[in-house]
T-cell receptor, first 111, second 113 residues
């Protein structure tokens, strides 16, 4: 079983739509959780960290459920510029604190 | 300076060549990383350096040889690579190994012919 699993998509949504991505992780000792965004042929960039209490940054909301080992990302009012691959990332002492990436979920926002 | 700079951006090399990838940061970060990313795959960890010492080698073949000459520089020496080694090689840094926030370089796109 892969350590971090995501639905690869692609998710095709119209502008203005709300879209949600899910991610599960297998190692209960994982300590930190993130969503990264990667544009085509570019490096990954941190979108937001994910906290147990849930956190929001503008149109983006991230949630963590430690009991279910589940992470989510909600994007409201999608923009064309949101089109990218969204990578679920965990790290923890078990992996030497290095980031462990999911395969990513591809999002295409259309006019 | 809040960047990680990688050179070259693109590299084409033959299977008998020796080349090096370079990564530089001036943020005072003490942890640096090499990741490999194949097309449509997530980045995969290769090496972790902490305070200029190799702390993790994810069973990477010896044809990849990392080097950390000082706290700002990380090199990846390449020798006798195979075509399947063609990928995007990403360098990243963080304040410490346990730090939550990584900064990635834009990568070196390597093609082995």
């Amino acid at each position: 079983r892969k350590e971090v699993e995501q639905d690869p998509g692609p998710f095709n949504v119209p502008e203005g739509a709300t879209v949600a991505f899910n991610c599960t992780y297998s190692n209960s000792a994982s300590q930190s959780f993130f969503w990264y965004r990667q544009d085509c042929r570019k490096e990954p960039k941190l979108l937001m960290s994910v906290y147990s209490s849930g956190n929001e940054d503008g149109r983006f909301t991230a949630q963590l459920n430690r009991a279910s080992q589940y992470i989510s990302l909600l994007i409201r009012d999608s923009k064309l510029s949101d089109s990218a691959t969204y990578l679920c990332v965990v790290n923890g002492k078990n992996s030497g604190y290095a980031l462990n990436f999911g395969k990513g979920t591809s999002l295409l926002v259309t006019p | 300076d809040t960047e990680v700079t990688q050179t070259p951006k693109h590299l084409v090399m033959g299977m008998t060549n020796k080349k090096s990838l370079k990564c530089e940061q001036h943020m005072g970060h003490r942890a640096m990383y090499w990741y490999k990313q194949k097309a449509k795959k997530p980045p995969e960890l290769m090496f972790v350096y902490s305070y200029e010492k190799l702390s993790i080698n994810e069973s990477v073949p010896s044809r990849f040889s990392p080097e950390c000459p000082n706290s700002s520089l990380l090199n990846l020496h390449l020798h006798a690579l195979q075509p399947e080694d063609s990928a995007l090689y990403l360098c990243a840094s963080s304040q410490e190994v346990a730090d939550l926030s990584y900064t990635f370089g834009s990568g070196t796109r390597l093609t082995v012919v």
